[in-house]
């Protein structure tokens, strides 16, 4: 498969909320009978919405736009984009919710006046990312990457360092017999079970990714959330005469069992993996740093800095740990690895 391909079809796969309201506008000929692709190749670049046949780009921009020294990355790539004979249209997401007439009042117009946008309504522009002329990004990822996920990263044409920033250390389980409901918050909790002699009856489980691989060795997920907060709300809403057993790491956030201490709703704890920095000190910067914890995030700062570097965050709990140590945030839309690749993907392409 063409690498471009490849990459245009995860970026679909993983579309952002902005992007999946306003293809309901555009796909199928809806919008003026024209046919439009989402997340298209266009030389070195993939982008958001395209009609080939009046070569009008459309862009979809979040928050992290606003990022000033982005703007010289979002300019170029427009430059490079409009010498090739195409109209960029950029829009901020929230203009997709609050009033999305006006970008399609826009298109229309920009195609009526023989492809240029209308002086009366000009599309607000927003761009973003750090200043770095033409050298590719570089990226740090906190945890060592499967074979797949590193492909993901070199097919963007973005250079990257790996390291282990935490060590985990798996214990046996001293419980036995029938559990009627497990909650696990991740996945190395799951594999520290694995090979028990426990009977679960009910799993509830934070993370896609943690559900399949408790479906994977034949157990049942009634409940998944994307965080522990959220999977507390769902048990106090759903389960608040049950009683749980909690399998953790000894370092386990306070939200899910604050709250269900709170609902007085009985919930023991089996701490089964211990999690140790793994200290590393860097003589370089990053780009942009891949975190998929709050305890690498405190492993790494123990020897470096994040200065300019983009904090790319599996989750709002690790976001909020990162803010600790900087600004510059973004958050993956689901808690998966290949999620936050994406976001880098679509921050540096």
């Not at 109209?87 to 997709?96: H, Q, S």
């Not at 907060?229 to 399998?247: E, G, H, M, Q, R």
Request: proline share 2%; hydrophobic share 35%.
């Amino acid at each position: 498969m063409n690498i471009k391909t490849q990459i245009s079809r995860l970026l679909r796969k993983e579309q952002t909320k902005a992007e999946a309201k306003l293809w309901k506008h555009l796909r199928n000929r809806r919008f003026e009978n024209l046919k439009f692709r989402r997340q298209h190749p266009v030389k070195d670049y993939i982008v958001d919405f395209i009609n080939l046949e009046n070569q009008l780009i459309i862009e979809l921009d979040g928050e992290y736009h606003n990022d000033i020294l982005q703007q010289e990355k979002d300019e170029l790539r427009d430059i490079h984009l409009k010498a090739l004979g195409y109209i960029i249209l950029r829009f901020e997401n929230k203009v997709v919710f609050d009033n999305p007439e006006l970008i399609l009042d826009n298109i229309r117009d920009s195609i009526k006046v023989g492809m240029k946008v209308s002086k009366d309504k000009k599309p607000l522009t927003l761009t973003l990312s750090p200043r770095r002329g033409n050298k590719p990004a570089t990226i740090l990822s906190t945890k060592k990457l499967t074979i797949a996920q590193k492909e993901l990263l070199l097919n963007t044409g973005i250079g990257f360092v790996e390291y282990s920033a935490i060590q985990i250390e798996f214990f046996e389980s001293m419980v036995e017999g029938k559990i009627q409901n497990a909650i696990f918050t991740s996945k190395n909790a799951v594999k520290a079970i694995l090979n028990s002699e426990m009977n679960i009856s009910n799993c509830f489980c934070v993370g896609e990714n943690t559900k399949k691989l408790l479906e994977e060795n034949g157990q049942k997920v009634i409940e998944t959330a994307q965080n522990a907060s959220d999977l507390a709300k769902t048990i106090v809403k759903k389960y608040k005469n049950d009683s749980f057993l909690f399998f953790c790491g000894n370092l386990r956030r306070n939200e899910l069992p604050d709250l269900l201490n709170q609902h007085n709703i009985e919930l023991k704890e089996e701490i089964v993996y211990k999690t140790h920095q793994n200290l590393k000190k860097f003589d370089r910067s990053f780009d942009g740093i891949l975190f998929f914890s709050p305890s690498a995030i405190q492993s790494y700062v123990e020897e470096n800095k994040m200065n300019n570097s983009i904090a790319f965050c599996i989750g709002k709990t690790t976001a909020s740990e990162a803010r600790k140590h900087t600004k510059n945030i973004i958050i993956a839309n689901k808690p998966t690895v290949e999620n936050v690749i994406v976001q880098t993907a679509k921050y540096f392409k």
